[in-house]
Each structure stands twice: as structure tokens, then as C-alpha cells.
T-cell receptor, first 114, second 110 residues
Framework: SAVISQKPSRDICQRGTSLTIQCQVD?????MFWYRQQPGQSLTLIAT?????????ESGFVIDKFPISRPNLTFSTLTVSNMSPEDSSIYLC???????????FGPGTRLTVL | TQLLEQSPQFLSIQEGENLTVYCNSS?????LQWYRQEPGEGPVLLVT?????EVKKLKRLTFQFGDARKDSSLHITAAQPGDTGLYLC??????????FGTGTRLLVSP
């Protein structure tokens, strides 16, 4: 399985500002995913990030609010723009494994917006 | 929209007890995974089941995929404090995105 790191691990931000979260994988992967996990909740897919193409966003998530970059096969960023307290969540990146639809996750970024 | 409902939502038990977590859907899945997430960490894959009726064992954990591939269960024998965490099932239909269940939070007290 891939080893995935995320930066920052946590942050406290003021409303109206933006935060960029980085996701680094120790091997080349085709598909990377970004999830949001609100307090006490399950995971909700924000978007799928493929290298060389625009990210595909899920219903309820838009590029202006959550711009994503995927410059190569081992790295991606998610920006949370114009933050409000409702954006306080854990943000997780993951990569697709070789078998079926398995995914391997980074440790997450815990974001608090004041 | 595919929905995966897990029950119970929360379970608090004593060390040594047995428990079962259920994951139910009205949709058929080509594969289903179980993950465990501990505080401050991302979900960690425990198992993948792909065949209807399949049973997989991982030490004290037993996973079963329903015959119709719409539901799954996780049974833990003699639970230990180290089993504490959020258990998530996740299903996919033929290489489409994963849909995560609602989650079951397990607390095992010494």
C-alpha cells in the first residue's frame, strides 16, 4: 500500500481566509481523492483528482470553493477558499489501490475556522 | 444515490465482549471494504469482500458479504481496548467511486 502524508496536520484559520492542504504519495498513482469528514460524521467525497485533467467534483462541491491541483502523479493540493466556520472539518486525501476499489488514506488535516 | 446505513451508530462495551456491526444498502455492490479510523488518523483498510456470501477472517474480526451483495457484517470476538475506533464500510459499483457508510463508533473499556 502507498504511504501518504498531508500538510498541515492541523490549522486554525480566520473566516474569509484560504488554506491550501498538500498531499504527497510515495509512489506514482493515477487517481487521488479528496474527502471531507465533518465532526462525528462519515466521509464525503469532494472531488477526484487525475493528473493532466481537471478535477471532477461531486454534487455540492464547486471548483471556486475547493480548487484542486494535480501537477504530477505523486502530489496534489486542495484549497479551501473564503473559509467559514462551516468548513471546520477533517480533510483527507486518498489514493486508489491496485485491487478493486480499495483506497489508502493520508492522516488528514484538521481544520478549525473561527 | 447509493446509501450505506450502518448500525449501531455507537457501541460501548467491556473488554472481552463480542459485537456485530451491520452495513446495509438497497444497492448491489461489486466490492465492499471495511475500514477502521482511530482519532487523529485516516481510515485504514481492514478487508475487501467481493463475492456474495464470502466470509473473511482477520484474527478476531470476521467479515461477511451478503449473498445478494447488498449488505455486510463485521463481527468482533473478545473485543479489546485496541479495537476502539470508528468503523466504516464502503461500497463501489464496478470501478466507480466509493460510497462510505454512516459509521459505527466503538468504545471498548478495560
Amino acid at each position: 500500500s502507498a504511504v501518504i502524508s498531508q500538510k498541515p496536520s492541523r490549522d486554525i484559520c480566520q473566516r474569509g481566509t484560504s488554506l491550501t492542504i498538500q498531499c504527497q504519495v510515495d509512489s506514482q498513482v493515477t487517481m487521488m481523492f479528496w474527502y471531507r469528514q465533518q465532526p462525528g460524521q462519515s466521509l464525503t467525497l469532494i472531488a477526484t483528482a487525475n493528473q493532466g485533467s481537471e478535477a471532477t467534483y461531486e454534487s455540492g462541491f464547486v471548483i471556486d470553493k475547493f480548487p484542486i491541483s494535480r501537477p504530477n502523479l505523486t502530489f496534489s493540493t486542495l484549497t479551501v477558499s473564503n473559509m467559514s466556520p462551516e468548513d471546520s472539518s477533517i480533510y483527507l486525501c486518498s489514493v486508489k489501490g491496485d485491487d478493486y476499489n480499495e483506497q489508502f488514506f493520508g492522516p488528514g488535516t484538521r481544520l478549525t475556522v473561527l | 444515490t447509493q446509501l450505506l446505513e450502518q448500525s449501531p451508530q455507537f457501541l460501548s462495551i467491556q473488554e472481552g465482549e463480542n459485537l456485530t456491526v451491520y452495513c446495509n444498502s438497497s444497492s448491489v455492490f461489486s466490492s465492499l471494504q471495511w475500514y477502521r479510523q482511530e482519532p487523529g488518523e485516516g481510515p485504514v483498510l481492514l478487508v475487501t469482500v467481493v463475492t456474495g456470501g464470502e466470509v473473511k477472517k482477520l484474527k478476531r474480526l470476521t467479515f461477511q458479504f451478503g449473498d445478494a451483495r447488498k449488505d455486510s457484517s463485521l463481527h468482533i470476538t473478545a473485543a479489546q481496548p485496541g479495537d476502539t475506533g470508528l468503523y466504516l464500510c464502503a461500497g463501489a459499483q464496478w470501478f466507480q467511486k466509493l460510497v462510505f457508510g454512516t459509521g459505527t463508533r466503538l468504545l471498548v473499556s478495560p
